[in-house]
Structures are given as C-alpha cells and as structure tokens.
C-alpha cells in the first residue's frame, strides 16, 4: 500500500522568506511520480510542481523547488520569496507509474504574513 | 485554468434525492479521476476511468456511480444522499492516467 505523510498540519512564514514544507512517503514501487498541488482558499487544486522519481535531478518551477530523497523517501518542498498568494493548502500527492490514483497527504496549511 | 471544467458549480439538495455531476476533461486527456473533499478530511479517491473504461475504484459507496462516455467527458451519479455526502467533488484530467492530473475547480454539494 502507499501511504503519504504530512507532519506539519500548520506553518507560517515571513513574506520574502523562504519556508520548506515536508513530506514522505512509503512505497514498494521503484517508479512513480511525485507532485506537490496548491489548494487556496478559492479550493482550486493547482499543480505546484511534478518530480520523475527516475531522475535524480530536483524540480524546480520559478520559486518553487523540490528536494527529493529517494532512497529517505522523502519529498520537501521550497517556496522562495514567499509571497501572499502563497497562503493556501499544499498537498504533496504519489503516482505510482501504473497509473490507478494519485494518493494524496493530509495537507499542510501555509500562511504567507505581510 | 486548468481546462476541466465541472459542472455544476454549486449543488444544494435534500436528503434522498439523486444527483449527477459532470465532468469535461481538458482536451486530449484519456484519463478522469473523482475525488471527494470534505471538511474535516483530505482528499478521497473515488474511482478512475481511462479512454471510457473504469480503471480503478477506490472508497466509493455504493449509492454513488460513475461512466464515462465516448466523448470522454464523465458523469458522477449520486443517489439516496444523506447528510454526510456534503463535500467538494472534484475531477481531475490527465492525458495517460500516469501523469500529472489538472483538477476542475469542483461541484460544492451540500445536502440538507
């Protein structure tokens, strides 16, 4: 079975500064997909960023990167510069390469403060 | 905009009554997933249908049912609602079904 663990339901950040939201995961699978998917208080799920669990390279999207640690099985995310627009829910999400669900996190709820 | 759009946006019903949500995918994704979102939980997946064909279920109840259509847009059925089945359903497109997924911005139903 995969499961995906977000420890930190809450956090907060500075604007301008930089906030690491954590995430891990348990799997048998050797391939797959990870994402990390915004959720404001609109509700609109928005993808963050995607990482290819074959890659060894981190993602990364503008502000937004991705420390992946594959055999810690271990997801972060790193927002830059945080902005206003940055407070929402973020989601981290598992894709195992045979397709079937994503399984997604509990969230955790990001507050960007002026 | 992601491209998928559900609809309707927002769905107040009694207890009892039946309802249906619809779902078109972005142009060019095979794949549709629902999922619920309630207030006090994450995101539960529902079921999953590649290119017309149910691919994958996951916790949903036997009150509720899904297709999809040749057109590949997608229906999600809902019936003897109870006060529970209050959520967010969202739909989510991809194009293989192993890719990232692009949501729809959801129906709100709320059963009363």
């Known amino acids: 079975a995969q499961t995906v663990t977000q420890s930190q339901p809450e956090m907060s950040v500075q604007e301008a500064e930089t906030v690491t939201l954590s995430c891990t995961y348990d799997?048998?699978?050797?391939?797959?997909?990870l994402f990390w998917y915004k959720q404001p208080p609109s509700r609109q799920m928005i993808l963050v960023i995607r990482q290819e669990a074959y890659k060894q390279q981190n993602a990364t999207e503008n502000r937004f990167s991705v420390n992946f640690q594959k055999a810690a099985k271990s997801f972060s995310l790193k927002i830059s510069d945080s902005q206003l627009g940055d407070t929402a829910m973020y989601f981290c999400a598992f894709m195992p390469y045979t397709g079937n669900q994503f399984y997604f996190g509990t969230g955790t709820s990001l507050t960007v403060i002026p | 905009d992601s491209g998928v759009t559900q609809t309707p946006k927002h769905l107040i019903t009694a207890t009892g009554q039946r309802v249906t949500l619809r779902c078109s995918p972005r142009s060019g994704d095979l794949s549709v997933y629902w999922y619920q979102q309630s207030l006090d939980q994450g995101l539960q997946f529902l079921i999953q249908y590649y290119n017309g064909e149910e691919r994958a279920k996951g916790n949903i109840l036997e009150r509720f049912s899904a297709q999809q259509f040749p057109d590949l847009h997608s229906e999600l059925n809902l019936s003897s609602l109870e006060l529970g089945d209050s959520a967010l359903y969202f739909c989510a497109s991809s194009k293989n079904g192993v890719s990232e997924a692009f949501f729809g911005q959801g129906t709100r139903l709320t059963v009363v």
């Open positions: 799997t048998s699978e050797s391939n797959y997909y």
